[in-house]
């Protein structure tokens, strides 16, 4: 029954992208899903966070006028699905942004095209470790800060606060762009004796529609205070190489629009 449910869910998404694409005269590049279903500890009543990439025709990039970026299509509790311009996602990974490698890095993919294999080939060459972990280090300790603080805490949060713990840990350790998946970082970078109680709440979390309050977990916490602090010192002494000059990107970008 889940089988067919997550079949007809899919099929209700790639008619929401052909919509999309008539609607908004665009054409999709690449489509995956985002947020707790990528990552492995989605809860049955969890929303389908789907994120895209997108083109337009030449013109639209010819003009004087301000145009728009990117597109919020639907939101509501079965649907959060919006996306970004090809011209504003290529900007981005030219910051390194860390979003975008994610995007990029999802199990979950519900459309792609050769021009996106084309981008996903060169993506390494602009990933940038200190952008990656200041982004996983400000997730990490504001989640941390606004729910689990206290002696009665959102538990779900752990998991957003332990996740990005975990992918700066991968960065730091590898130079290279998390995975997506829980389960790949907390193989690769969890300490062995946390595993357990890891693995205990992630069972409940799948399990239940709703997570809920409970009593902060000691452990966890200690874990946590006591990574993030490592984390912020390590990340200071980091330094920032060079990245690829734009010509690369110009060229993708000017064969994607003309070829649209």
Not at 176 to 193: D, H, I, T, V, Y
Request: aromatic letters at 10%.
């Amino acid at each position: 029954m889940e089988n067919a449910l997550d079949m007809e869910i899919a099929g209700r998404i790639q008619q929401k992208l052909d919509e999309l694409e008539r609607q908004e005269g665009i054409r999709i590049l690449h489509c995956i899903e985002s947020g707790s279903r990528a990552w492995g500890f989605a809860s049955p009543d969890s929303d389908y966070d789907v994120r895209f990439i997108y083109a337009r025709p030449e013109e639209y990039y010819l003009r004087l006028g301000k145009t728009c970026d990117h597109i919020d299509y639907e939101l509501n509790d079965v649907y959060d699905i919006n996306g970004w311009d090809i011209q504003k996602t290529l900007r981005l990974l030219h910051k390194s942004n860390p979003t975008l490698f994610e995007w990029n890095n999802s199990p979950v993919v519900y459309r792609t095209t050769a021009e996106w294999q084309r981008v996903s080939s060169i993506t390494s060459d602009y990933f940038q470790s200190p952008a990656g972990i200041y982004h996983y280090l400000s997730m990490a300790r504001s989640n941390y800060r606004e729910y689990l603080k206290g002696d009665e805490v959102r538990l779900k949060k752990y998991f957003y606060v332990i996740r990005p713990i975990l992918a700066c840990l991968w960065i730091m350790h590898r130079n290279s762009p998390p995975p997506m998946l829980f389960s790949q970082l907390k193989e690769a970078e969890l300490e062995k004796p946390l595993v357990p109680v890891v693995d205990e709440l992630l069972q409940k979390k799948m399990a239940a529609p709703e997570l809920g309050t409970g009593r902060r977990i000691g452990v966890l916490n200690e874990y946590i205070e006591r990574q993030l602090n490592e984390l912020e010192e390590r990340a200071a002494k980091m330094e920032k190489s060079l990245a690829p000059g734009w010509e690369e990107l110009d060229k993708i970008f000017t064969e994607i629009v003309k070829g649209n």
